[in-house]
């Protein structure tokens, strides 16, 4: 009887730390970097050198991903979503793809009629800069340029919790 009781204490025990281990506020944010500011890096947007403090002033979903990356796929439909959701409140999606294929990029926006800013990064210098090694990875970036949210693996962007979080950042 003392075993059985031992024996299920210990799961309940393991149980209890999977779920910590696992829950979505463990997971989610790096309390270190949040308020940092966000690593300044330049790109092509809209067929213009741009750099990432030129989007001061708004809210940046920063979108670290690749076209090879199944957990990447499939959360772009619900960062489309998301970017339609916030671009008129000044936010907005970029995503940054690792691909080095040019030409299996350039289809895979086109087959997944992707709205939103991307830019292709072949030589991974953008998300190495903040530590990105898995994919996908994001970074929510406040109007201030800083750090708001770190968030590993693939989310579905337009829920509602999402949505008002990101809304609660456009206010501010």
Not at 53 to 73: E, H, I, M, Q, Y
Not at 138 to 153: F, H, L, P, Q, W
């Amino acid at each position: 009887m003392k075993r059985k009781l031992l024996s299920g204490l210990a799961l309940a025990a393991a149980a209890a730390l999977l779920l910590l281990i696992a829950s979505p506020s463990t997971r989610q944010g790096e309390r270190s970097i949040v308020g940092s500011k966000a690593e300044d890096f330049s790109f092509e947007l809209a067929g213009r050198s741009t750099r990432l403090s030129d989007l001061r002033g708004k809210v940046v979903v920063l979108n670290f991903w690749a076209t090879w990356c199944p957990p990447c796929v499939e959360e772009m439909p619900a960062l489309n979503r998301l970017h339609q959701e916030i671009a008129a409140s000044g936010g907005m999606v970029l995503g940054i793809s690792v691909d080095d294929d040019a030409e299996k990029y350039q289809k895979f926006l086109l087959d997944h009629q992707i709205a939103f800013p991307t830019y292709r990064d072949p030589s991974k210098k953008i998300p190495t800069s903040y530590g990105t090694f898995m994919y996908p990875e994001t970074y929510i970036v406040d109007r201030a340029g800083r750090i708001a949210r770190k968030v590993i693996g693939p989310q579905q962007w337009d829920r509602p919790e999402t949505v008002a979080y990101l809304k609660q950042l456009l206010a501010q």
